[in-house]
Protein backbone atom coordinates (compact mmCIF):
# COMPACT_ATOMS: atom_id res chain seq x y z
CA UNK A 1 0.00 0.00 0.00
CA UNK A 2 1.32 3.55 -1.08
CA UNK A 3 1.35 6.84 0.99
CA UNK A 4 -1.50 7.81 -0.90
CA UNK A 5 -4.28 6.08 -1.39
CA UNK A 6 -8.29 6.32 -1.04
CA UNK A 7 -10.06 7.29 1.99
CA UNK A 8 -11.81 3.98 1.90
CA UNK A 9 -8.34 1.98 2.05
CA UNK A 10 -7.22 4.72 4.45
CA UNK A 11 -9.64 3.87 6.98
CA UNK A 12 -9.19 0.15 7.22
CA UNK A 13 -6.24 1.24 9.31
CA UNK A 14 -8.92 1.51 12.38
CA UNK A 15 -9.75 -1.40 14.22
CA UNK A 16 -12.84 -2.83 17.09
CA UNK A 17 -11.54 -0.82 20.25
CA UNK A 18 -9.45 1.97 18.49
CA UNK A 19 -9.49 5.28 19.30
CA UNK A 20 -9.20 8.00 16.50
CA UNK A 21 -8.62 11.69 17.39
CA UNK A 22 -10.14 14.45 15.09
CA UNK A 23 -8.82 17.32 13.94
CA UNK A 24 -11.71 20.12 14.90
CA UNK A 25 -13.31 23.19 13.83
CA UNK A 26 -13.42 24.37 10.06
CA UNK A 27 -10.70 22.07 9.75
CA UNK A 28 -13.02 18.39 10.19
CA UNK A 29 -11.30 15.82 8.41
CA UNK A 30 -14.92 15.12 6.97
CA UNK A 31 -14.24 12.94 4.26
CA UNK A 32 -12.20 10.89 6.08
CA UNK A 33 -15.13 10.52 9.18
CA UNK A 34 -17.80 9.84 6.78
CA UNK A 35 -15.78 6.96 5.06
CA UNK A 36 -15.12 5.17 8.53
CA UNK A 37 -18.73 5.70 9.52
CA UNK A 38 -19.44 3.40 6.09
CA UNK A 39 -17.22 0.96 7.58
CA UNK A 40 -19.68 0.67 10.74
CA UNK A 41 -20.82 -2.72 9.64
CA UNK A 42 -16.93 -3.92 10.40
CA UNK A 43 -16.81 -2.19 13.79
CA UNK A 44 -17.15 -2.28 17.34
CA UNK A 45 -16.24 -0.24 20.00
CA UNK A 46 -14.18 2.59 18.20
CA UNK A 47 -14.07 5.64 20.33
CA UNK A 48 -14.47 8.86 18.13
CA UNK A 49 -12.92 11.68 20.36
CA UNK A 50 -12.37 15.65 19.34
CA UNK A 51 -13.38 18.97 20.26
CA UNK A 52 -16.30 21.30 18.38
CA UNK A 53 -16.09 19.46 14.69
CA UNK A 54 -18.33 20.98 11.66
CA UNK A 55 -20.73 19.01 9.36
CA UNK A 56 -22.71 16.42 9.35
CA UNK A 57 -20.90 13.33 12.07
CA UNK A 58 -22.27 10.51 10.56
CA UNK A 59 -20.37 8.37 13.08
CA UNK A 60 -22.51 10.07 15.84
CA UNK A 61 -26.03 8.07 14.46
CA UNK A 62 -27.21 6.56 17.57
CA UNK A 63 -28.39 3.93 15.41
CA UNK A 64 -24.24 2.95 15.02
CA UNK A 65 -23.43 2.48 18.93
CA UNK A 66 -21.95 -0.94 18.91
CA UNK A 67 -19.62 0.50 16.23
CA UNK A 68 -18.88 4.06 17.41
CA UNK A 69 -19.25 6.16 20.65
CA UNK A 70 -18.38 10.06 20.58
CA UNK A 71 -15.83 11.52 23.27
CA UNK A 72 -16.53 15.30 23.17
CA UNK A 73 -13.58 17.38 24.74
CA UNK A 74 -15.83 20.28 23.65
CA UNK A 75 -19.52 19.59 22.09
CA UNK A 76 -21.04 20.81 19.01
CA UNK A 77 -24.00 20.62 17.96
CA UNK A 78 -23.71 17.71 15.24
CA UNK A 79 -22.73 15.84 18.08
CA UNK A 80 -24.48 17.07 21.09
CA UNK A 81 -27.74 14.49 20.80
CA UNK A 82 -25.62 11.48 21.39
CA UNK A 83 -25.05 12.43 25.40
CA UNK A 84 -28.95 11.92 25.54
CA UNK A 85 -28.87 8.79 23.49
CA UNK A 86 -25.82 6.97 25.05
CA UNK A 87 -23.65 6.74 22.56
CA UNK A 88 -21.05 10.32 23.43
CA UNK A 89 -19.60 10.73 26.68
CA UNK A 90 -17.88 14.71 27.37
CA UNK A 91 -14.84 14.83 28.97
CA UNK A 92 -14.06 18.40 30.81
CA UNK A 93 -10.97 19.23 29.80
CA UNK A 94 -9.20 23.09 29.83
CA UNK A 95 -8.38 23.42 26.42
CA UNK A 96 -4.60 24.45 27.46
CA UNK A 97 -4.17 21.14 29.20
CA UNK A 98 -6.39 19.06 25.82
CA UNK A 99 -2.58 18.19 24.62
CA UNK A 100 -1.06 16.82 27.64
CA UNK A 101 -3.37 14.19 28.11
CA UNK A 102 -1.88 12.74 24.89
CA UNK A 103 1.26 13.66 25.88
CA UNK A 104 0.90 11.67 29.06
CA UNK A 105 -0.55 8.98 27.81
CA UNK A 106 -3.73 9.64 29.64
CA UNK A 107 -5.96 9.32 26.75
CA UNK A 108 -4.33 7.14 24.57
CA UNK A 109 -4.95 7.00 20.85
CA UNK A 110 -4.60 4.77 18.25
CA UNK A 111 -5.09 6.76 14.97
CA UNK A 112 -5.26 10.56 14.10
CA UNK A 113 -7.42 11.92 11.33
CA UNK A 114 -5.96 15.58 9.91
CA UNK A 115 -6.91 17.71 7.59
CA UNK A 116 -3.56 19.20 5.87
CA UNK A 117 -2.31 21.42 2.44
CA UNK A 118 -0.53 19.97 0.12
CA UNK A 119 3.04 19.53 0.75
CA UNK A 120 5.51 22.24 -0.71
CA UNK A 121 8.37 21.78 -2.62
CA UNK A 122 10.52 20.43 0.57
CA UNK A 123 7.59 18.30 1.57
CA UNK A 124 6.41 20.25 4.20
CA UNK A 125 2.05 20.71 4.78
CA UNK A 126 -0.06 22.61 7.27
CA UNK A 127 -2.56 22.32 9.46
CA UNK A 128 -4.17 25.16 8.13
CA UNK A 129 -7.12 26.41 9.89
CA UNK A 130 -6.79 24.58 13.37
CA UNK A 131 -3.69 23.40 15.38
CA UNK A 132 -5.30 23.29 19.06
CA UNK A 133 -4.19 19.66 20.34
CA UNK A 134 -3.36 18.30 16.79
CA UNK A 135 0.21 18.21 17.20
CA UNK A 136 0.24 16.07 20.06
CA UNK A 137 -2.41 13.71 18.88
CA UNK A 138 -0.09 13.65 15.88
CA UNK A 139 3.02 13.17 18.33
CA UNK A 140 0.88 10.59 20.08
CA UNK A 141 -0.73 8.08 17.92
CA UNK A 142 0.15 5.35 16.22
CA UNK A 143 -0.75 5.79 12.37
CA UNK A 144 -1.68 9.08 11.13
CA UNK A 145 -4.29 9.69 8.38
CA UNK A 146 -4.54 13.03 6.41
CA UNK A 147 -6.84 14.75 3.83
CA UNK A 148 -4.86 16.40 1.58
CA UNK A 149 -6.73 19.54 0.21
CA UNK A 150 -5.65 22.60 -1.82
CA UNK A 151 -8.60 24.57 -0.43
CA UNK A 152 -6.86 24.08 3.18
CA UNK A 153 -5.03 27.65 3.89
CA UNK A 154 -1.31 27.54 4.58
CA UNK A 155 -0.44 28.99 7.91
CA UNK A 156 2.82 29.21 9.98
CA UNK A 157 3.83 28.46 13.36
CA UNK A 158 3.11 24.62 14.74
CA UNK A 159 0.95 23.28 12.07
CA UNK A 160 4.09 22.74 9.50
CA UNK A 161 4.69 19.31 9.60
CA UNK A 162 7.10 17.17 7.31
CA UNK A 163 5.13 14.52 5.22
CA UNK A 164 6.77 11.81 6.38
CA UNK A 165 5.08 12.03 9.87
CA UNK A 166 2.12 11.30 8.03
CA UNK A 167 1.74 7.50 7.52
CA UNK A 168 -1.62 7.90 4.63
CA UNK A 169 -2.84 10.86 2.63
CA UNK A 170 -5.70 11.00 1.06
CA UNK A 171 -6.22 13.60 -2.04
CA UNK A 172 -9.78 15.54 -1.79
CA UNK A 173 -10.54 19.25 -3.12
CA UNK A 174 -13.19 20.69 -1.30
CA UNK A 175 -14.46 23.78 0.41
CA UNK A 176 -13.36 24.41 3.78
CA UNK A 177 -16.10 24.60 6.43
CA UNK A 178 -16.89 28.31 7.32
CA UNK A 179 -19.46 30.38 8.67
CA UNK A 180 -20.63 33.60 6.74
CA UNK A 181 -20.87 37.15 9.34
CA UNK A 182 -24.25 37.70 11.08
CA UNK A 183 -26.08 40.17 11.66
CA UNK A 184 -25.85 42.55 14.63
CA UNK A 185 -28.97 43.19 16.64
CA UNK A 186 -29.68 46.44 18.18
CA UNK A 187 -28.83 44.57 21.82
CA UNK A 188 -25.81 42.80 20.58
CA UNK A 189 -24.55 46.27 19.18
CA UNK A 190 -25.02 47.98 22.77
CA UNK A 191 -22.99 45.08 24.25
CA UNK A 192 -20.34 45.87 21.62
CA UNK A 193 -19.91 49.87 22.90
CA UNK A 194 -20.11 48.73 26.50
CA UNK A 195 -17.45 46.22 26.09
CA UNK A 196 -15.25 48.56 23.92
CA UNK A 197 -15.61 51.49 26.34
CA UNK A 198 -13.33 49.14 28.39
CA UNK A 199 -10.69 48.33 26.11
CA UNK A 200 -7.67 50.97 26.33
CA UNK A 201 -5.37 51.58 22.88
CA UNK A 202 -2.27 49.19 23.22
CA UNK A 203 -4.50 46.66 24.71
CA UNK A 204 -4.54 43.00 23.59
CA UNK A 205 -7.97 41.09 22.68
CA UNK A 206 -9.12 37.35 23.15
CA UNK A 207 -12.53 37.36 21.69
CA UNK A 208 -14.64 34.05 19.62
CA UNK A 209 -16.52 34.08 16.99
CA UNK A 210 -20.20 35.27 16.55
CA UNK A 211 -22.29 38.55 16.49
CA UNK A 212 -21.20 40.18 19.88
CA UNK A 213 -17.18 39.86 19.23
CA UNK A 214 -18.29 41.35 15.74
CA UNK A 215 -20.12 43.83 17.73
CA UNK A 216 -17.21 45.17 20.07
CA UNK A 217 -14.94 44.91 17.03
CA UNK A 218 -17.02 47.22 14.65
CA UNK A 219 -16.37 49.73 17.71
CA UNK A 220 -13.06 49.62 17.88
CA UNK A 221 -11.96 51.05 14.73
CA UNK A 222 -10.70 54.35 16.28
CA UNK A 223 -8.57 52.43 18.66
CA UNK A 224 -4.95 52.56 18.02
CA UNK A 225 -1.94 49.33 18.69
CA UNK A 226 -4.41 46.56 19.58
CA UNK A 227 -3.00 43.18 19.47
CA UNK A 228 -4.51 39.51 19.42
CA UNK A 229 -3.73 36.97 21.64
CA UNK A 230 -6.86 34.32 21.41
CA UNK A 231 -8.21 31.02 21.54
CA UNK A 232 -9.33 31.76 17.79
CA UNK A 233 -10.90 34.56 15.46
CA UNK A 234 -13.16 35.33 12.79
CA UNK A 235 -13.61 37.90 10.03
CA UNK A 236 -14.40 40.56 12.91
CA UNK A 237 -10.53 41.28 12.59
CA UNK A 238 -9.46 41.32 9.15
CA UNK A 239 -10.53 44.93 8.64
CA UNK A 240 -9.36 45.98 11.54
CA UNK A 241 -5.77 44.27 11.52
CA UNK A 242 -5.94 45.81 7.40
CA UNK A 243 -6.46 49.52 8.77
CA UNK A 244 -3.39 48.95 11.08
CA UNK A 245 -5.99 48.92 14.52
CA UNK A 246 -4.33 45.42 15.48
CA UNK A 247 -0.89 45.78 14.89
CA UNK A 248 0.58 43.46 17.88
CA UNK A 249 2.98 46.02 18.30
CA UNK A 250 2.38 45.85 22.05
CA UNK A 251 2.28 42.56 22.61
CA UNK A 252 4.27 40.70 25.62
CA UNK A 253 3.87 37.09 23.33
CA UNK A 254 4.96 37.19 19.70
CA UNK A 255 5.06 40.56 19.23
CA UNK A 256 4.30 41.83 15.94
CA UNK A 257 2.17 38.71 15.47
CA UNK A 258 -1.36 37.65 15.48
CA UNK A 259 -1.81 34.89 18.12
CA UNK A 260 -4.39 31.68 17.82
CA UNK A 261 -4.89 28.27 17.90
CA UNK A 262 -8.01 27.71 15.89
CA UNK A 263 -9.87 30.03 13.38
CA UNK A 264 -13.05 29.76 11.24
CA UNK A 265 -15.05 32.31 9.03
CA UNK A 266 -15.77 32.88 5.59
CA UNK A 267 -14.16 32.03 2.31
CA UNK A 268 -12.57 35.97 2.96
CA UNK A 269 -10.88 35.00 6.33
CA UNK A 270 -9.23 31.77 4.67
CA UNK A 271 -8.24 33.74 1.86
CA UNK A 272 -6.58 36.66 4.16
CA UNK A 273 -4.78 33.99 6.33
CA UNK A 274 -3.25 32.12 3.81
CA UNK A 275 0.27 32.47 3.67
CA UNK A 276 0.20 35.59 6.02
CA UNK A 277 2.94 35.73 8.58
CA UNK A 278 1.48 38.03 10.07
CA UNK A 279 -1.13 34.78 11.47
CA UNK A 280 0.78 33.07 13.54
CA UNK A 281 -1.02 29.61 14.67
CA UNK A 282 0.06 27.81 17.56
CA UNK A 283 -0.96 24.89 20.14
CA UNK A 284 -3.51 25.45 22.52
CA UNK A 285 -0.99 24.55 25.20
CA UNK A 286 1.18 27.82 24.37
CA UNK A 287 -1.73 30.00 22.84
CA UNK A 288 -4.51 28.88 26.05
CA UNK A 289 -0.89 29.05 28.70
CA UNK A 290 -2.17 31.47 31.25
CA UNK A 291 1.22 32.12 32.24
CA UNK A 292 1.54 33.42 28.59
CA UNK A 293 -1.66 35.37 28.95
CA UNK A 294 -0.88 37.07 31.57
CA UNK A 295 2.18 38.59 29.86
CA UNK A 296 0.36 40.88 27.65
CA UNK A 297 -0.28 44.11 29.31
CA UNK A 298 -3.55 45.25 29.04
CA UNK A 299 -5.09 41.90 28.08
CA UNK A 300 -8.84 42.08 27.32
CA UNK A 301 -10.61 38.32 27.58
CA UNK A 302 -14.08 38.62 26.46
CA UNK A 303 -16.14 35.23 26.86
CA UNK A 304 -19.81 34.20 27.12
CA UNK A 305 -22.45 32.39 29.06
CA UNK A 306 -25.34 30.64 28.89
CA UNK A 307 -26.66 31.75 32.36
CA UNK A 308 -25.06 34.29 35.27
CA UNK A 309 -25.98 34.06 38.91
CA UNK A 310 -26.06 37.18 40.99
CA UNK A 311 -23.09 36.52 42.91
CA UNK A 312 -21.20 36.06 39.13
CA UNK A 313 -21.04 32.74 39.32
CA UNK A 314 -20.75 31.91 35.19
CA UNK A 315 -22.38 29.06 33.68
CA UNK A 316 -21.13 28.52 30.15
CA UNK A 317 -21.30 24.88 29.32
CA UNK A 318 -24.23 23.45 30.18
CA UNK A 319 -28.11 24.19 30.65
CA UNK A 320 -28.61 22.52 33.98
CA UNK A 321 -27.67 19.28 33.92
CA UNK A 322 -27.75 19.21 29.93
CA UNK A 323 -24.66 19.55 28.53
CA UNK A 324 -24.16 22.18 25.57
CA UNK A 325 -20.97 22.89 24.65
CA UNK A 326 -17.51 22.35 26.98
CA UNK A 327 -14.84 24.24 29.37
CA UNK A 328 -12.85 25.62 26.31
CA UNK A 329 -10.41 27.99 26.84
CA UNK A 330 -12.82 30.63 29.19
CA UNK A 331 -11.08 29.90 32.46
CA UNK A 332 -7.21 30.07 30.79
CA UNK A 333 -8.34 33.38 29.83
CA UNK A 334 -9.91 34.90 32.08
CA UNK A 335 -7.29 33.99 34.41
CA UNK A 336 -4.69 35.30 32.43
CA UNK A 337 -6.08 38.29 31.98
CA UNK A 338 -6.93 39.01 35.24
CA UNK A 339 -3.19 38.70 35.89
CA UNK A 340 -2.24 40.96 33.56
CA UNK A 341 -0.72 44.51 34.23
CA UNK A 342 -3.94 46.48 33.50
CA UNK A 343 -5.73 43.24 31.82
CA UNK A 344 -10.03 42.77 32.14
CA UNK A 345 -11.57 39.77 32.32
CA UNK A 346 -15.22 39.79 30.41
CA UNK A 347 -18.39 37.85 30.21
CA UNK A 348 -20.91 38.98 27.67
CA UNK A 349 -24.44 37.92 26.88
CA UNK A 350 -27.76 39.24 26.21
CA UNK A 351 -29.97 39.80 29.73
CA UNK A 352 -32.62 37.41 27.99
CA UNK A 353 -32.64 34.42 25.44
CA UNK A 354 -34.77 34.12 22.75
CA UNK A 355 -37.78 33.14 24.41
CA UNK A 356 -37.87 36.06 26.83
CA UNK A 357 -36.25 34.08 30.01
CA UNK A 358 -33.49 35.88 32.27
CA UNK A 359 -29.66 35.02 31.59
CA UNK A 360 -28.82 36.90 34.98
CA UNK A 361 -30.53 34.82 37.40
CA UNK A 362 -30.91 34.32 41.30
CA UNK A 363 -29.31 30.65 41.39
CA UNK A 364 -27.99 28.72 38.46
CA UNK A 365 -30.11 25.67 37.59
CA UNK A 366 -29.64 22.60 39.26
CA UNK A 367 -26.67 20.70 37.90
CA UNK A 368 -25.59 23.61 36.03
CA UNK A 369 -21.85 24.05 35.64
CA UNK A 370 -19.25 27.00 36.97
CA UNK A 371 -16.98 27.60 34.18
CA UNK A 372 -15.81 31.00 35.79
CA UNK A 373 -16.22 30.91 39.32
CA UNK A 374 -17.34 34.36 41.20
CA UNK A 375 -13.75 35.02 42.50
CA UNK A 376 -12.73 35.10 39.19
CA UNK A 377 -14.74 36.98 37.44
CA UNK A 378 -14.15 40.94 36.87
CA UNK A 379 -17.02 42.71 34.57
CA UNK A 380 -20.62 40.78 33.81
CA UNK A 381 -21.76 42.92 30.45
CA UNK A 382 -25.38 42.78 28.89
CA UNK A 383 -27.12 45.06 27.26
CA UNK A 384 -28.28 47.02 29.71
CA UNK A 385 -24.62 48.13 31.22
CA UNK A 386 -21.35 46.69 32.90
CA UNK A 387 -21.55 45.09 36.42
CA UNK A 388 -18.20 45.39 38.15
CA UNK A 389 -18.14 42.74 40.30
CA UNK A 390 -14.26 43.24 41.35
CA UNK A 391 -13.55 43.58 44.66
CA UNK A 392 -17.03 43.44 45.40
CA UNK A 393 -18.87 41.75 48.43
CA UNK A 394 -21.44 39.45 47.44
CA UNK A 395 -24.40 42.04 48.44
CA UNK A 396 -22.59 44.35 46.27
CA UNK A 397 -22.75 42.04 43.52
CA UNK A 398 -26.51 41.62 43.72
CA UNK A 399 -26.93 45.26 43.51
CA UNK A 400 -24.94 45.18 40.15
CA UNK A 401 -26.13 42.72 38.54
CA UNK A 402 -30.00 43.42 39.22
CA UNK A 403 -29.05 46.71 37.14
CA UNK A 404 -27.84 44.83 34.07
CA UNK A 405 -30.72 42.10 33.70
CA UNK A 406 -33.86 43.08 31.69
CA UNK A 407 -36.07 45.86 33.07
CA UNK A 408 -38.82 43.09 33.08
CA UNK A 409 -37.01 40.39 35.51
CA UNK A 410 -34.89 42.93 37.86
CA UNK A 411 -37.85 42.97 40.04
CA UNK A 412 -38.29 38.97 40.13
CA UNK A 413 -34.75 37.77 40.67
CA UNK A 414 -33.74 40.29 43.54
CA UNK A 415 -36.85 39.03 45.19
CA UNK A 416 -36.31 35.72 44.72
CA UNK A 417 -32.54 35.78 45.93
CA UNK A 418 -33.83 37.46 49.06
CA UNK A 419 -36.70 34.94 50.01
CA UNK A 420 -34.23 32.34 49.91
CA UNK A 421 -31.40 34.18 52.00
CA UNK A 422 -34.01 34.63 54.45
CA UNK A 423 -34.45 30.90 54.37
CA UNK A 424 -31.36 29.88 55.25
CA UNK A 425 -30.29 32.72 57.65
Given at each position: ????????????????????????????????TKALAERASELRNVEICHLHTEGEALYANPELAESFHVNSFFIGANVRHTLK????????????E???????????????????????????????????????????????????????????????????????????????FGHEVAPISEEEAKIGQYVASLIDNKSTL?????????????????????????????????????????NCNYKGILQGRALATFLIGSQRLYDFVNDNPFIEMKESSFVNDTARIRKNPKMIAI????????????????IGMKMYSGVGGQMDFIRGASLSEGGKAIIALPSITKSGESRIVPFLKQGAGVVT???????????????????????QRVT??????????????????????????
Open positions: MGKYISAAEAVKIVKSGDRVYVQAAAATPSILAGNGSYTPVFLSLPNLFRKQVVKLDVVFIHVSPPDKHGYCSLGTSVEASIAAIENAKIVIAQVNPQMPRTFGDGILHESEIDYMVEVNQTIQMGIGSIPNAVLAQLTNHKDLGLHTEMFSDGVIDLIEKDVINSAIEVDLTGQVCADSTRSHVQYIITENGIADLYGKTLKEMVKIAHPAHQETIEREYAECLKCIS
